[in-house]
């Protein structure tokens, strides 16, 4: 077991949602010496930003979170950039990686969206290569999938100490609430918050999606970093499946909103079905999600509610 306190841990995406998170959970365990490196100072498709990356904060743990990322419009709109960014970033700092001579362990984030369209419910990992991707999201999940492949063969070859984690769809505080690149839980959160009128969502509600709270998904990376040495995939998840109808009524009733819900099914459903089956977490790791779908929901829905009132002032 890899004692954290110890480490170098350096986490890409540090300050975004999921990163946020992380790095809160790992301080509230006594970690130290953390590095969030920002985009701006080092551009992970950039090879050498890489390597002067690691040069400055010589990291002992390495937690690649950064990503391109965005809801069905965003991957409709930019499945070049979504498969380059993501491929590239993930590439530049294995490789260079695997350079470093006091390297403890890589952890690398792949994505639900990596799994065939007509994976069989709850989705386990030996389905992984089982199918293509749904069609919107493939170009994004194909690439995080194919870090899969390199850290496999880079352990072969190199004995690199990397394993890697497949989270369902996160939601909570930090997340992102921009309409145009937002997921589905902060869009739904903020349509019905401001709506005056009927409150429109995209395809016909039938698909079903499980959501995992964003700190319940950092508890789990730190469980698989200290504890996990598989080559294996692990899914991280909820165990909770919702269709979309669901969901909207549900977050409507919880924001207050009186608002008509209106689906557009001209627009894409996305993937039909999505539900994890977490046991290898639980048996590898000993990790669970301990927070309930409606609990995360409200404390969400208030964080939004509260920055929203800030920036009113």
Known sequence: MIELQNERILVTGGAGFLGRHLC????????????????????LVDRDAVKRM??????????????????????????????HDNLVMGVNLIEEARRLPKLSKFVQLGTVCAYPKFTPVPFREEALWDGFPEETNAPY?????????????????????????????????YDNFDLHTSHVIPAMIRKFIEANGDVTLWGDGSPSREFLYAPDCAKGIIAATQKYEGAAP????????????ELATLI???????????????????????????????????WHAETKFEDGLRQTIQWWQAQTAEANR
Not at 55 to 68: N, Q
Request: charged share 20%; net charge positive.
């Open 24 to 43: 809160e959970a790992l301080r509230g365990i006594g970690c130290r010496n953390l590095f969030t490196p920002r985009s701006a100072d080092y551009d």
């Open 54 to 83: 690691y040069a400055a904060f010589e990291p002992t743990v390495i937690i690649h979170l950064a990503a391109r990322v965005g809801g069905i419009g965003a991957n409709r709109d930019n499945p070049g950039l979504f498969f």
């Open 141 to 173: 999940g194909i690439a995080k999938k194919a870090l899969l492949t390199m850290l496999q063969s880079y352990r072969a070859q190199y004995d690199f100490p990397g394993i890697y984690l497949l989270p369902v769809n996160l939601y909570g505080t």
């Open 234 to 245: 692990v899914n991280l998840g909820s165990g909770r499946e919702i269709t979309m109808k």
């Open 252 to 286: 409507r009733d919880l924001t207050g909103s009186k608002a008509k819900i209106i689906w557009d099914a001209s627009m894409p459903n996305g993937q039909p079905r999505r539900c994890l089956d977490t046991s290898r977490a639980q048996e590898a790791f000993g």
